[in-house]
């Protein structure tokens, strides 16, 4: 690998050829403030100009993130005018935002914020924008908010919409002063092709881009009487809910958040992990079934609706693929308001069904009309890892020095297969280990099923089930990956008997509800967490292990694919196609 | 057909609709086809509505978002017909002085429509200036290529109606 040697603030510097000065600088511990660069998915369109840097022989100032160094280079980082330069630009942007930080949503953990404290600014001398009191927040969607005002043109939005999950709603428009990030036609989020997958909010450095805040709505059902309030939690919240309370990235809370549930004050703590489990045993029966009678191969998972509503979207000729499971999420809501009420003595009507996830979309899939098969709402409000982390410090809970509790029975009981369904992969591993018993009737010689864990955006394998012989599986993670599959499925080519995908980059432990910042090395972090759950934390590492799972079956369901699981924990799925409706000169 | 091809035809002839796809057709799997397109489209049809836009979406593959953050974003390419006559009114600051803006909201007045938009008939597209060079003569309207200077507002119906 050739190098280009540098000096950067008298400190000599080696770095790749090809490398920004703002690598460079990084390289060797010096800061540059950045707002619109966000080089993890290389998006760098050098408009914000809050990185400038002087060069020397270079005429004007250069913006770090995008200048290529070179040898012999003579770069300063902290001269006066580039102070000045600095300062000037995050004063102008702040002119031209709105005066709202003690009330806005990512206030303390704002980029804008941020850098307005590391160029040292101490007073804005131009007149603030005023901004109209309609028409700037889109409140559109069941699950994204964009406030329009506040949105400082970084479009680190438009780039992971467009080239992560190429999903494309997003597009800077209009010109001058009019520009403004918008979906085609400047039509309302809710009329778009968005699939709510919220990743735009992990990627916007402001509040521009945040997620429809239902705490209020819980804090009131938790507030009356006559409700009995019950929660669910994936798993991707334990590993990530900490980050919430500066507690280091992949730090497993389980027991904490438990009591921090109990203390908000809802009546049973239950876990998604327990549906999770379920969702296995179906999943895995209607894999072998689809496999014995030759029904749509590869079977794919259903467990993300960001995606399923991508599938809806793009591959609606596909939508047979699809396992016709319920996510694990709504499979409990089911439950919560059939199997419990009759359990618990508790009028369904009664029971209000909370879930905590690290998605954004959950919030659209509990609202899909058909998501209603107790007679009720099956889940009644969706809060994020983020909506959670803010009830529980206006709560007054001290989080961190929360003592751990136990979940409820029975909906609370979860093996180590139910945890790994928060990580890239883990659905697959956990069906994988399940079907694997069914068949054989023996554990899978290994349950670490390594080749479909970690970030690998496709990831293949082949795995020996007894009489079944070869099982060829593949898992995809983030939409452009899953694009990839598809498009295989599509062209005849895909010879797999199962594929897994999960819409965010990572898996649920990304989810676009999970804590700000979410970057790769955060990733990392926070599937160990799961893993270390399911290697070292539970004693039972497979979905059929679950007791509380058999009795469910016992007593209620009576057997996978059957009557009642076909009413309460399989649904179907809608074409919907890419057409955005049509308006006469919107 | 698809929704969007009735929406056409709403709105164009079968003629443009062919020259559209042809159109289309030349530029479409090259590289960067898509300002050509718009480009062309733009003089054959005079406007891009959404459903022109949302037919050159699909059929070049690319995002609609990305269609109409090009289309908005140069002053060539517009999203409604243009009238037969472009009526622009002068806000210059000379212009402004001397009663432009209320010379502006008269237009709108007698046409009926806001800055920007084409009356039903499509006769009459209004827009504003910014200095025309002939800031001697404001406040300055202009109907295509006629420049009408000191107009006041009780004759901005006369000056309009010579374009019937
Ligand atoms: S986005 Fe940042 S700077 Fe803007 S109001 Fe919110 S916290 Fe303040
Ligand atoms: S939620 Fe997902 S699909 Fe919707 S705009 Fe954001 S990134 Fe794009
Ligand atoms: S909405 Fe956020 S991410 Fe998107 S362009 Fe605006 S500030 Fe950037
Ligand atoms: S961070 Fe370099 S121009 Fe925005
Ligand atoms: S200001 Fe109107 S022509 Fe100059």
């Known amino acids: 690998m050739s190098t280009v040697k540098l000096t950067i603030d008298n400190r000599q510097v080696e770095v790749k050829v090809g490398a920004t000065i703002l690598e460079a600088a990084r390289s060797v511990g010096i800061k540059i403030p950045t707002l619109c660069a966000w080089t993890e998915i290389n998006h760098t369109p050098g408009a914000c100009r809050v990185c400038m840097t002087e060069v020397e022989g270079q005429r004007g100032l250069i913006a770090a993130c995008v200048f290529p160094v070179s040898d012999g280079m003579v770069v300063h980082t902290n001269t006066e005018k580039v102070r000045m330069a600095r300062k000037m630009v995050v004063e102008l942007l702040l002119a031209n935002h709105p005066q709202e930080c003690n009330y806005c949503v990512r206030n303390g953990n704002c980029e804008l914020q941020k850098v307005a404290e590391f160029v040292g600014l101490k007073e804005v001398r131009f007149d603030y924008t005023q901004f109209p009191k309609e028409g700037m927040i889109d409140h559109s969607s069941p699950s994204i908010v964009r406030d329009s005002r506040k949105c400082i043109e970084c479009h680190r939005c438009v780039a992971v919409c467009e080239q992560i999950q190429t999903v494309s709603v997003l597009t800077p428009a209009h010109r001058g002063s009019k520009v403004k990030v918008v979906p085609a036609f400047d039509l309302p989020l809710i009329e778009s092709n968005c699939i709510a997958c919220g990743q735009c909010i992990l990627a916007c450095p402001v509040g521009a881009l945040y997620e429809k805040d239902d705490v209020d709505l819980v804090w009131k059902a938790l507030q009356d009487p006559t409700k009995h309030v019950i929660v669910q939690e994936a798993p991707a919240i334990r590993a990530a809910l900490g980050e919430e309370f500066d507690m280091p990235p992949g730090s497993l809370v389980t027991g904490k958040m438990i009591a921090a549930l109990r203390r908000l004050g809802f009546d049973k703590v239950f876990d998604t992990n327990f549906t999770a489990d379920l969702t296995i045993i179906e999943e895995g029966n209607e894999l072998l079934k689809r496999v014995k009678e030759g029904g749509t191969l590869p079977m794919i998972t259903s467990c993300s609706p960001g995606w399923i509503k991508f599938c809806e979207h793009f591959y609606p000729d596909l939508l047979d693929h699809l396992s016709t499971c319920k996510s694990p999420q709504q499979m409990f809501g089911a439950l919560a308001k059939t199997y419990y009420a009759e359990l618990s003595g508790i009028d369904p009507k009664d029971i209000v069904s909370v879930s905590i996830m690290p998605c954004t979309a959950k919030k659209f899939e509990a609202q899909r009309p058909e998501m209603n098969s107790s007679g009720f709402r099956d889940v009644d409000y969706v809060l994020t890892t983020r909506e959670l982390g803010r009830m529980i410090k206006e709560g007054g809970i001290d989080f961190v020095n929360l003592p751990d509790e136990d979940y409820d029975a029975p909906m609370g009981e979860y093996t180590g297969a139910g945890t790994i369904f928060g990580a890239t992969g883990g659905v697959m591993e956990a069906a994988l280990r399940t079907v694997y018993a069914v068949v054989t009737g023996k554990d899978l010689p290994s349950l670490d099923i390594t080749p479909v864990r970690g970030l690998e955006g496709v990831k293949e394998a082949t795995v020996k089930v007894g009489p079944l012989g070869d099982v060829k599986i593949a898992v995809a993670h983030g939409l452009g990956n899953a694009r990839k599959l598809m498009d295989k499925i599509r062209e005849g080519k895909a010879d797999y008997a199962f594929i897994e995908i999960m819409c965010c980059p990572g898996g649920c432990i990304a989810g676009g509800g999970e804590p700000i910042p979410t970057n790769n090395e955060i990733r990392v972090l926070r599937s160990a967490a799961l893993y270390k759950d399911d290697g070292k934390v539970q004693k039972k590492r497979q979905s059929h292990e679950n007791e509380s799972v058999k009795k469910l079956y016992d007593k209620f369901l009576k057997e996978p694919l059957g009557h009642k699981s076909h009413q309460l924990l399989h649904t179907h799925y809608e074409k919907r196609g890419t057409e955005v409706p049509h308006k006469k000169n919107a | ?164």
């Open chain 2, 1 to 164: 057909m698809t929704m969007d091809e009735t929406e056409i035809l709403k709105e164009f002839s079968p003629e443009q609709i062919v020259k559209l796809n042809e159109i289309i057709k030349k530029h479409k799997g090259k590289p960067g086809g898509l300002i050509p397109v718009l480009e062309e489209a733009q003089v054959s049809l005079e406007y891009l509505p959404m459903s022109v836009q949302k037919k050159i979406a699909r059929e070049l593959n690319l995002p609609l978002s990305r269609v109409y953050g090009v289309v908005t974003f140069y002053s060539f390419f517009t999203m409604t017909p243009r009238g037969k006559y472009t009526v622009r009114v002068c806000l210059g600051t000379a212009c402004y002085v001397r009663g432009g803006k209320a010379i502006s909201e008269t237009v709108e007045k007698e046409l009926g429509i806001n800055e920007g938009e084409t009356t039903p008939d499509r006769m009459f597209t209004l827009e504003t200036i910014r200095c025309l060079g002939a800031c001697g003569l404001g406040p300055v309207v202009v109907v295509n290529e006629d420049v009408h200077g000191r107009v006041k507002s009780s004759k901005v119906r006369e000056i309009l109606s010579q374009y019937k």
